[in-house]
């Protein structure tokens, strides 16, 4: 397995993702992961907090299922307050690389009016190729 990146010459440089991302192999869709430890417990009421419990939710799903960082194709981010995420920017960035590396799948970020776990302020969703 392996897969891509497809960034079209005539697109915008994508900075922290890729526009697409092509491969082949067995598809494994993780389900909406938020900032919860093993006790289903939110971690913090901190974005960043959230955002690293939240990412390391998800590569646990995909090293469970014989994956790694480079596995995800696809993720979708949902938070609660754009602006918050803008402002973090930099300090998720370098959390995103302390787990990822410099893999940048195809990617999304939604602004959504809430969470259904209470205090939550993201959720991440993936697609992996492995």
């Not at 497809?6 to 922290?16: I, K, T």
């Not at 370098?94 to 939550?120: N, S, T, V």
Request: glycine share 12%.
């Amino acid at each position: 397995m392996s897969l891509t990146p497809v960034n079209p010459a005539g697109l915008a440089r994508p900075v922290g993702y890729s526009h697409g991302m092509r491969g082949r192999g067995e598809l494994l869709f993780v389900a909406g992961q938020v900032g919860w430890d093993q006790a289903g417990r939110m971690v913090s009421d901190d974005l960043l907090a959230q955002f690293d419990q939240a990412l390391a939710n998800v590569l646990a799903v995909v090293q469970e299922a014989g994956g790694g960082p480079e596995s995800i194709a696809r993720m979708t981010l949902y938070v609660t307050d754009k602006d918050e995420y803008v402002r973090l920017r930099r300090e998720i960035g370098a959390a995103y690389r302390r787990r990822m590396g410099k893999h940048f799948p195809a990617m999304a970020l939604i602004e959504i009016q809430a969470l259904l776990e209470e205090g939550g302020k993201i959720e991440i969703e993936a697609t992996a190729l492995l």
